[in-house]
């Protein structure tokens, strides 16, 4: 405790410190004592511990921001290992990578369990805190609709339903050790690494890629407000091929309708909303663009 500082407010500080100390091992999962993880990082805490009146340069939330993050750290240098607490699956779920190509020679994963992200669609970054343009391709499992959970994840008691065969990344998975890379990018698993021998389904793949890349898509996007609405019928066209060439290969080629995420990624007119549009259908069956008010 600093000299100058006051008994009555370090007394405040410890309590609350207990509470935070408490909040953070329920959070980590690590069964010790509040005292247990304060002490073991006692000189750093109260290092951070608020200044004496005058001295003291930090808002409270960011003399409780840096507690916390230490509090956090203290904990997982108690916990070092996999508690299988599921919270990382419930933010959602593995990227697949070529290691794990077995999972679909065995059985453990079909095409109904994954879908594609294509080049140049829009995906959430945590580095930066928002969605930007894929660079690469790549597979990652479905999760549950309107959660980020991994759809594997069993939701009553957080157990994974493919533990004993869990892809490479969840492996990797340690939440105790941030700093940890879970993939380099050659690692990737593509859809060309699964399906290029697949003939006739490859191509039409291929052919989709040529007409509906999301690069494309988000060129036609970018052009209409430049040409003030006068090239919707391309963009128009590039959402009528997504759709019909799902639908023919379901129809004709007798396809499962749950294998197109993966096969095509996901639809083209779900991607509008990305860009506060959706897509309309008039009475005679065509179709037309709007603003998307839920954006
Ligand atoms: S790696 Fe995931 S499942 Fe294991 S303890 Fe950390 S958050 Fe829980
Ligand atoms: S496959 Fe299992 S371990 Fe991996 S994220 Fe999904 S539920 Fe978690």
Not at 70 to 88: I, K, S
Request: with cysteine; net charge negative; glycine share 4%.
């Amino acid at each position: 405790m600093d000299k100058d500082f006051n008994k009555a407010d370090w007394d405040f500080f410890v309590v609350a410190l207990k509470e935070e100390a408490r909040d953070v091992l329920w959070s980590v999962k690590l069964d010790v004592e509040p005292d247990t993880l304060i002490k073991s990082a006692l000189a750093d805490l109260q290092e951070l511990a608020p200044k004496p009146e005058g001295l003291e340069t930090r808002s409270q939330e960011e003399i409780w921001k840096q507690v916390r993050d230490r509090l956090v750290a203290a904990a997982y240098a108690l916990r070092p290992h996999c508690v299988r607490c599921g919270t990382c699956c419930e933010k959602g779920s593995p990227t697949l990578l070529k290691q794990d190509r077995d999972l679909f020679m065995n059985g453990v994963l079909t095409p109904s369990d994954i879908f594609a992200i294509r080049p140049g669609e829009q995906v959430y970054i945590p580095e930066i805190y928002q969605n930007a343009p894929s660079e690469k391709e790549f597979l990652k499992i479905k999760e549950i609709s309107d959660k980020k959970a991994c759809m594997f994840l069993e939701e009553k008691d957080k157990s994974c339903k493919i533990y004993g065969s869990r892809p490479t990344q969840c492996r990797r998975q340690e939440c105790w050790n941030p700093k940890q890379t879970l993939t380099a990018t050659d690692e990737l698993l593509t859809r060309q690494d699964l399906l290029e021998t697949t003939g006739d389904l490859w191509a039409i793949i291929q052919k989709h890629e040529d007409r509906c890349s999301h690069q494309d898509f988000t060129r036609e996007i970018a052009r209409l407000s430049a040409t003030k609405g006068q090239t919707v019928g391309e963009l128009l066209n590039m959402l009528a091929f997504d759709y019909h060439v799902r639908d023919f290969v379901q129809s004709k080629l007798g396809i499962n309708g749950a294998f197109l995420d993966f096969f095509f990624g996901r639809p083209l007119s779900q991607m509008l909303a990305h860009y506060g549009l959706k897509l309309e259908e008039k009475e005679d069956g065509s179709h037309f663009l709007t603003m998307d008010d839920n954006d």
